[in-house]
């Protein structure tokens, strides 16, 4: 739930922030972003690794507190401040987990999807976010149910599972059952299984659909298809998916967003919903069409 701040309120707001390693253009931004923090009164938590990198460029005016892993922050901090690009973003949905803490991204990257606050505007996002002038947006996860030790102890994705080969000379066949009845075998470089999030990204280059976020649904969508007559196909994310793999390689890839692992064809992959879902912080002047209509450049038609 949003939670309100004020200047009398003896209580204070715990903001974490988490980025990467920037260019030294972008560091102002940074700095405004824990100006405007310590202004008002609020809490911090630096990732540590962050922290190391800014610690001798920027001055804070309170002690502040590190933190390394997601253990660290459940029940610890009331929001936290992705800085960066989406990369950055997807990094810190595996910070957060199921601990229900909600994400506000600052773009310093390109694109910008889910890193929606841009530069120029931090202070006001801010000052929005501490006067309680946003709405919390939930995000559906897809969720490596078997096999789950496949990527250690985080087997979920914002954006998309994916299948490609590993190899650049051959074609997988990726046979997919939805709730046990053959979807298909696909002859292709690979598959896509995106959520609503993933639906802008990965799904999107290789002509899927766009999904709204509160669709209820997921998108599988082949990667360079043998046969061109092969669609997407939309299906409720109620579903259960397997997947078998073939490939002359004898292996292939398997990827939870930025983390891969490899596969044999004696892996079954089972896909499903995740029982939790990350949310985001979305300002009132924003919402999804708006920003598909500015990261897409649909304004950019002459007629509009």
């Not at 078997?146 to 490609?164: G, K, R, V």
Request: proline share 5%.
């Amino acid at each position: 739930m949003p939670f309100h701040f004020n200047n009398t309120n003896p209580i204070k707001v715990r903001i974490a922030i988490f980025g990467k390693e920037f260019n030294d253009n972008q560091l102002d931004y940074v700095r405004i972003l824990i100006e405007a923090l310590e202004i008002k009164g609020c809490k911090l938590l630096i990732w540590k690794p962050f922290h190391d990198f800014i610690k001798d460029r920027i001055s804070f005016r309170q002690g502040i507190t590190l933190f390394y892993e997601h253990t660290d922050l459940k029940g610890q901090a009331d929001l936290l401040f992705s800085v960066g690009g989406d990369g950055t973003m997807l990094h810190s949905v595996r910070l957060v987990r199921d601990s229900g803490i909600p994400i506000s991204g600052i773009n310093l990257g390109r694109m910008g999807f889910l890193s929606s606050i841009p530069p120029a505007e931090i202070f006001d996002a801010v000052e929005d976010i501490m006067e309680n002038r946003y709405r919390i947006v939930k995000r559906t996860l897809i969720s490596l149910i078997s096999p789950h030790t496949l990527f250690s102890d985080f087997n979920y994705a914002f954006n998309e599972l994916s299948i490609n080969k590993k190899e650049n000379s051959s074609l997988v066949v990726v046979h997919v059952w939805v709730n046990d009845q053959l979807l298909h075998s696909y002859w292709a470089d690979g598959l896509i299984i995106a959520t609503p999030t993933g639906s802008t990204a990965y799904s999107l280059s290789c002509g899927g659909p766009i999904l709204t976020p509160d669709s209820n649904n997921f998108v599988i969508t082949p990667i360079a298809p043998h046969n061109l007559s092969v669609r997407p196909v939309v299906i409720p994310d109620s579903s259960l998916i397997r997947i078998k793999v073939d490939s002359r390689d004898e292996q292939a890839l398997v990827g939870l967003d930025s983390q891969s692992a490899i596969i044999t064809p004696d892996n079954e992959l089972v896909v499903g919903k995740a029982d939790f879902e990350i949310n985001l912080v979305q300002r009132l002047n924003e919402n999804f069409f708006s920003t598909i209509r500015a990261k897409l450049n649909w304004g950019s038609d002459i007629r509009n």
